[in-house]
């Protein structure tokens, strides 16, 4: 089968990344002494007595997750989506290649983190590699209108074949995603996921995944399909904000990879990162904290890192 294991230029950066004054949680780094420790890997048995030296009132009033990555794990459910879209169209490229293309972990790895948007992956992988020969166009198409129209059947076949996975009943929640989300809405905290997927499917994750009546629930819910740029333009944060009513820097993000800090921090919002074995190596260091997952993560945690971050910037 084709593979491909070239490295893929690096993004393009479309806002200035901040870096909060004083470095937060984290291994490797060291807090200042008003500044209280969250969670880490190697706290994860035992949550140390919170002492906060400002004022009790918080300023976080919105939390945002991203979905695939934060929500569930999904990158390699994408993957095999792709690749079955590519099998069932006989989809060749370069387009002298015998075998159907393959997108293998390695390769996808990087490109999902680098590349945001199904749609936007194609078209990059093409471009690079030339338009391929498929049974929707038995000779590699060369005007935009043709190339659009193969993107296009091939991201809704993908989506469709993404929704059957979902629907399969094997696909968990990330440790800590249901409570925290519970917290948030007990505690008067708007709640809003902004994810750069299909609309369509990301609602299905969401109602499967998070239950119907915390999807209603939502005060926000954003998907690729709703904004004009894809992360790590800010867009789509910018438009949360917008819709919630909440001044940026009272909003909390919550992401998995640096394409999603990058959108996050571009729109003028805090983020921490909950990162998978496809980002775990990724340089986080605008991010406020990081973590494996939210398991140990609370909701008093998260006002207290956030009013931290606020005043030491």
Known sequence: MATTSFLLPSPPHSATLRRPATPLVGPTHHSS??????????????????????????????????????????EHLHRQAYNDAFAHFSVRCPPFSSDPLYWDVEFYDELQNQVGGGKPKMRWYFGKNGWPISSVFETPPSTDSDRENLVDV???????????IIK?????????????????????????????ATKSSVILCLENLIGLDRFKGLDCFLAGDDVKEKKPDPSIYITAAKKLG????????????????????????????TYTSSTANQDFG??????????DVRLEDLKILLQNTLVAS
């Open 246 to 273: 909440v001044e940026s820097k009272n909003c909390l993000v919550v992401e998995d990879s640096v394409i999603g800090l990058q959108a996050a921090t571009g729109a003028g919002m805090s983020c921490i990162i």
């Open 286 to 295: 605008n991010a406020i904290a990081k973590y494996p997952d939210l398991s």
């Open 33 to 74: 002494s008003f500044l209280r420790r969250l969670p880490t890997p190697s706290l994860r048995k035992s949550r140390p007595t919170v002492v906060c030296a400002v004022a009790s009132s918080s300023p976080l009033h919105a939390l945002i997750f991203d979905c695939d990555g934060v929500i569930l794990e999904s």
């Open 168 to 196: 399969s009943g094997t696909v968990e929640p990330r440790p800590g995603v249901l409570r925290l989300m519970d917290e948030a809405k007990g505690a008067g905290i708007k709640l809003a996921v902004c994810s750069a």
């Open 154 to 164: 091939l991201q809704d076949w993908k989506t469709e074949r993404y929704k059957e």
